[in-house]
């Protein structure tokens, strides 16, 4: 998973504050997944963009979650107006082509750990 | 709705112990399975699966799938405390769409 850079690693936002959570692919990947982690369950699926478009959405929520990639720069997770229970892990992972079409895998970036006071 | 459901959830064993975990799934257009292990932080991959039948291995750890039952094994043998982690199951859809379990937790007490 070395390559795929999430920042910041750990953020604290007040309730009603903008929290954003910044992903580099791997060099070379310019297909970016969103995951979010909460304590005791799975990785659940939010979003899957390509450069300037995104793919898939149905996993994120349609109030106050947003992503972009686009052609220049990190991909950026938004999350306006905090809430408690939007506490929990983001992970962003990478891939350079779609998954599994060639055998490729997708690489995980450490994830960034979002606490809502 | 498609679902992925790991068991058990969480499992305790001691150092040369063998473990099996478990997934099954649903889903609407399968495409392959992935395992998975999270310690620490970040999911590393362990296993890709596409299909029924074929033993994948990798040291200690093997994996195989079941196409017509839907369900998949992971076995790890002669367990180490350093296989301690949580074994996430994933299933990739034609969509590109990647579902994952709630994971096992295994912990292996020396």
């Known amino acids: 998973n070395a390559g795929v850079m999430q920042n910041p690693r750990h953020l604290v936002r007040r309730r009603g504050q903008e929290a954003r959570l910044r992903c580099s692919p791997m060099?070379?990947?310019?297909?970016v997944y969103w995951y979010r982690q909460l304590p005791e369950e799975g990785l659940k699926f939010m979003v899957y963009l390509q450069k300037e478009n995104i793919i898939d959405e149905s996993g994120m929520p349609k109030e106050r979650f947003s992503a972009e990639f686009p052609k220049e720069g990190p991909s950026i997770l938004r999350i306006q107006q905090v809430v408690r229970g939007d506490s929990a892990a983001y992970f962003c992972?990478?891939?350079?082509?779609?998954?599994?079409?060639?055998?490729?895998?997708?690489?995980f970036g450490e994830g960034s750990w979002l606490t809502v006071v | 709705e498609d679902k992925v459901v790991q068991s058990p959830l969480s499992l305790v064993v001691h150092e040369g112990d063998t473990v099996t975990l478990n997934c099954s799934y649903e889903v609407t257009n399968f495409r392959s399975l992935l395992w998975y292990k999270q310690e620490k932080k970040a999911p590393t991959f362990l296993f890709m699966l596409t299909s029924s039948g074929i033993e994948k291995k990798s040291g200690r750890l093997s994996s195989i799938l079941d196409k017509k039952e839907l369900f998949s094994i992971l076995n790890i043998t002669a367990t180490q405390t350093g296989d301690s982690a949580i074994y996430l199951c994933a299933v990739e859809e034609n969509n590109n769409d990647m579902r994952f379990g709630a994971g096992t937790r295994l912990t292996v007490k020396p």
């Open positions: 060099k070379g990947h310019s297909h």
């Open positions: 992972a990478s891939s350079p082509l779609k998954t599994a079409l060639s055998g490729n895998t997708i690489y």
